[in-house]
């Protein structure tokens, strides 16, 4: 009880401070990503509406989570609390739209080249269900706020692999580009580590479970990428596509011209 009393304390001060400057350096990290890409003309608009409703959707949690960190820092509980039964409603088509458009990609064999395409049919799905878990735990546990929002903000870590992969370069990084780009999605969570010991002197176990739940995630999809349970899962998924010739766990050719994502409809 001394404990929670004494994290009670700290929250509106320090607490409240980190976790909105850290909620808009991650939304400034996934607009400068996808920025990025769209600059570089690796993106188009010319779409398929399955690509711009899975954007829309992605890029709507980012702007809910900033708003929630605003909502606590300002005080507005009330909409903070309506807002997040939004969010948790928000789940069921991000896990949807995930899932997917993973699956349209591997059946019209157009993975990232540095990627293996097991590897990317796997790690996509999965980050997603570490992510409704920690938001699920989250939400269990929102009268404890040292708990929930320490746990939300793992989950969004998770969330920041995309926009950190389209500013590293990955092609450089084959055949790591995966393991680096959640490797960087450590980053955030670290500093949220180090925050808690600058001003308490401890580490909130709210981050052990939050970090142990990305770091698992990251070991099940090694597991299964490497495993005759995930060749056969590739296999079932691209079965009568164009991504049935592809290897597994291969790598592609890099183009010949600009890699430009999502220019076809999916089989």
């Keep these: 009880m ?3 009393a004494a994290d009670t304390l700290i929250r509106p001060a320090a607490d409240d401070r980190f976790f909105l400057r850290a909620a808009i350096l991650m939304a400034l990290t996934v607009a400068a990503g996808f920025s990025l890409q769209l600059a570089a003309g690796r993106s188009t608009f010319h779409s398929p509406l399955l690509v711009h409703a899975h954007a829309v959707t992605f890029m709507g949690w980012v702007t809910l989570y900033l708003l929630q960190n605003v909502f606590v820092a300002t005080d507005r509980m009330a909409l903070h609390r309506r807002l997040g039964w939004i969010g948790a409603a928000w789940l069921v088509p991000m896990i949807v739209l995930g899932c997917w458009v993973t699956v349209a990609m591997v059946r019209r064999g157009q ?3 540095f990627f293996r395409p097991l590897q990317f049919l796997i790690f996509d799905p999965m980050t997603l269900f570490a992510f409704v878990g920690l938001t699920i735990a989250a939400v269990r546990l929102r009268r404890d706020p040292m708990w929930h929002r320490r746990l939300h903000y793992c989950r969004m870590s998770l969330l920041l692999g995309p926009a950190f992969g389209r500013l590293l370069p990955l092609p450089l990084l084959q055949p790591w580009a995966w393991e680096t780009v959640f490797a960087a999605t450590l ?3 670290a500093a ?3 925050a808690d010991l600058r001003r308490t002197g401890h580490v909130h176990p709210a981050w052990r479970w939050g970090v142990g739940t990305m770091l698992a995630a990251f070991v099940v999809t090694e597991a299964i990428t490497f495993s005759p349970a995930g060749t056969a899962i590739y296999g079932a998924v691209s079965a009568g596509s164009k991504g049935a010739s592809v290897p597994a766990l291969g790598f592609g050719t890099p183009p010949t011209g600009p890699l430009i994502t ?4 999916a089989r």
């Design 2 to 4: 001394a404990t929670l």
């Design 187 to 189: 980053i955030f969570p």
């Design 192 to 194: 949220g580590i180090v």
């Design 262 to 265: 999502g220019r076809t409809a």
């Design 111 to 113: 993975v990232p080249f």
